[in-house]
């Protein structure tokens, strides 16, 4: 195809293709982004904004392959490749959606639920990256024939990223205890939330795996947080913007060791408005500090948005047997678990982050 002709001012370049294409270029983008001024190693930029002087164009010259351009008062000479400036034409690249957006979903999930072997895992990329982009995009994976040895939990974090530690320590364990401090040490069943919103960040991921289950319950539901707030705005669009402007607080206190203390919107929003995190937790959040004028509707606000999240209809429910392991995204899906009354039950709990998960995602695509 190549390079068919150039033209400049002083701002601007315009490169035609062969193709019949066309794309501008502004002198100060292609001055900030010559070639030489990348590290060789890793291909990061050697200077800052502040010390790259103002420049004009002062001459672009074309081959087939590349476009020679000169910059003023420098006279510094620098040459860019076809596929280069084609691959960053900055009027066809943007920079959202780093990620491909979420694929939303309710109980009609529930016939399609699908454990993958672990060693599977280990031992294919192939599978390892579909499982991956699951987790991705519908918010939670789930694994089997996980080894019940304490700490295997672990295994299955190094297959996309690292353990994130945290003040209850690399792992905590959910099992009913004699005298507990927390929810989770319990027999009893425990709503929809998501874990630790009194942290930042929050830990974009949670594990837990089962290690004995030998109950009369405790059964794991997720659900779809995103498509639960987008349901909100378009069944009840005055609740939605309450729960995604007002910020309120949520504090977890161990006295003499531990006060953790964030203070957000129960739904944030991105820019665009797209719905970018879920947090929700009547175990931590604390007594709402708001107007009188705001209170009342936040309340009611509150309590659709709580009914919603509880909805059957919203939900998956599954049994964790040994061996059996979920994996969820703490900043969309919300967890919960039924009731128990007889029997032992142990799962072992971890968090990491979602960012290595979409760079391994990456790194397996490339390969
Ligand atoms: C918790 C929790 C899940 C379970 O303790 O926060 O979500 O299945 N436990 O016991
Ligand atoms: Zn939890």
Redesign the pocket.
């Known amino acids: 195809m190549g390079i068919v002709g150039v033209e400049h001012d002083h701002q601007w370049l315009e490169v035609s293709f062969g193709d019949g294409t066309a794309a501008s270029f502004l002198g100060t983008w292609l001055r900030d982004n010559i070639p030489a001024g990348r590290h060789r190693g890793g291909g990061q930029r050697t200077f800052d904004i502040n010390s790259m002087p103002e420049v004009t164009l002062a001459g672009a010259s074309h081959d087939t392959d590349s476009v020679t351009v000169s910059f003023d008062p420098e006279g510094l000479d620098a040459m860019f490749d076809e596929a280069w400036l084609r691959h960053h034409d900055p009027t066809r690249t943007t920079t959202t959606g780093v990620n491909p957006p979420p694929t939303l979903w309710t109980s009609d999930l529930q016939g399609s639920l699908e454990f993958v072997d672990f060693e599977a895992l280990v031992a294919d990329s192939r599978q390892l990256r579909g499982w991956l982009v699951g987790l991705r995009d519908y918010g939670f994976g789930l694994v089997e024939n996980v080894p019940t040895t304490p700490g295997s939990i672990t295994r299955v974090v190094d297959l996309f990223g690292y353990l994130r530690q945290t003040n209850y320590g690399n792992l905590f364990e ?1 099992r009913d205890e004699p005298d507990p401090a ?3 040490n319990t027999r009893l069943g ?1 709503g929809m ?1 998501t ?1 630790n919103p009194y942290r930042d960040p929050v830990p974009g991921l949670q594990l ?1 795996h089962c290690l004995v289950n030998v109950s009369n319950g ?1 059964d ?1 539901q997720l659900c779809d947080g995103f498509t639960v707030a987008e349901r909100l705005r378009s069944e009840d669009s005055a609740a939605f913007e309450l729960l995604s402007s007002q910020p309120v607080r949520f504090r977890f206190l161990d006295e003499g060791s531990t006060d953790l203390q964030a203070i957000v919107p129960l739904i944030q929003l991105d820019t665009a408005g797209q719905v970018v995190e879920i947090r929700y937790n009547s175990r931590s959040i604390q007594e709402f500090a708001m107007p009188p004028d705001v209170m009342a509707g936040y309340y009611r606000a509150y309590r659709v948005f709580g009914e919603m999240l509880h909805d059957p209809r919203a939900r998956i429910d599954f049994r964790l047997d040994p061996g059996q392991l979920m994996v969820f995204d703490n900043q969309r899906v919300l ?3 039924s009731a128990y009354e007889q029997g032992e039950r142990h ?1 072992q709990g971890c968090y990491a982050d979602k960012d290595a998960l979409h760079s391994r995602i990456r790194v397996l695509d490339a390969a």
Request: aromatic share 0%.
């Open positions: 959910v927390n929810l989770a425990i939330h874990d837990l405790g794991s967890h919960g678990r799962l």
